[in-house]
């Protein structure tokens, strides 16, 4: 099965800087790479996704790479503000047919300085 | 907003009892999904669910487990004979569209049920 591995595992940053986070993945044919957010004793919560047609998105201060070959996604948040605060989780799926699972990496904690 | 639900919010169970975790998806949502997340460990895929049948399930997903959509509403996942390592935090998903599909495939997921095995 598909196994991500994420890092690094803590990460902090001074307020303004840019922070980066890197994931692998391990089955060719996943196909989607979502990321997710999740604040102290919350749900998870999608900030960003990609697939793989697809190898740079961004949306304001937040962006994902992908490449293919390498089997390598990243994240990475620039200007960074304290309320980026949390735990990040890349995860890796492949839709295709019936097909429904994502496989969650092992988090990074992300503190911002003030 | 519509949110997901979940019901209770905090579940405390004996060792060898059998609980259920109930969930409310966003109403026109399809794709239904269950996680669980050990304290201080990653989300881990449990199972998925679309049109009145699993679609994909974890290793970690074994007799012991099970899921039923009773009505138009609720989503359970029923855990037999519940073991020590059976604690964490369960949380529900649901997505308009399968995973990965263009638009309308985000998962968004409920608050979680804490549930502690004594």
């Known amino acids: 099965g598909e196994n991500v591995e994420q890092h690094p595992s803590t990460l902090s940053v001074q307020e303004g800087d840019s922070a980066v986070i890197k994931c692998t993945y391990s089955d060719s044919a996943s196909n989607y790479f979502p990321w997710y957010k999740q604040e102290l004793g919350k749900r998870p919560q999608l900030i960003i996704d990609?697939?793989?047609?697809?190898g740079e998105k961004k949306d304001q201060r937040i962006a994902v790479t992908l490449n293919k070959t390498a089997k390598h996604f990243s994240l990475h948040i620039t200007e960074t503000q304290p309320e980026d605060s949390a735990v990040y989780f890349c995860?890796?799926?492949?839709?295709?047919?019936?097909?429904?699972?994502?496989?969650f990496g092992t988090g990074t904690k992300l503190q911002v300085i003030p | 907003e519509p949110e997901v639900t979940q019901t209770p919010s905090h579940q405390v169970t004996q060792m060898g009892q059998e609980v259920i975790l109930r969930c409310v998806p966003i109403?026109?949502?399809?794709?239904f999904y269950w996680y669980r997340q050990i304290l201080g460990q990653k989300v881990e895929f449990l199972v998925s669910?679309?049109?009145?049948?699993?679609?994909?399930k974890s290793e970690i997903f074994d007799d012991q487990f099970s899921v039923e959509r009773p009505d138009g509403s609720n989503f359970t996942l029923k855990i037999r004979s519940t073991k020590l390592e059976d604690s964490a935090m369960y949380f529900c998903?649901?997505?308009?569209?399968?995973?990965?599909?263009?638009?309308?495939?985000?998962?968004?997921f409920g608050p979680g049920t804490r549930l502690t095995v004594l």
């Open positions: 998903a649901s997505s308009e569209a399968g995973v990965g599909r263009e638009g309308r495939s985000e998962q968004f």
């Open positions: 990609i697939r793989s047609n697809v």
């Open positions: 109403s026109n949502h399809l794709y």
């Open positions: 669910f679309y049109n009145n049948e699993i679609s994909e």
């Open positions: 995860a890796a799926s492949m839709h295709s047919g019936g097909y429904q699972k994502v496989t």
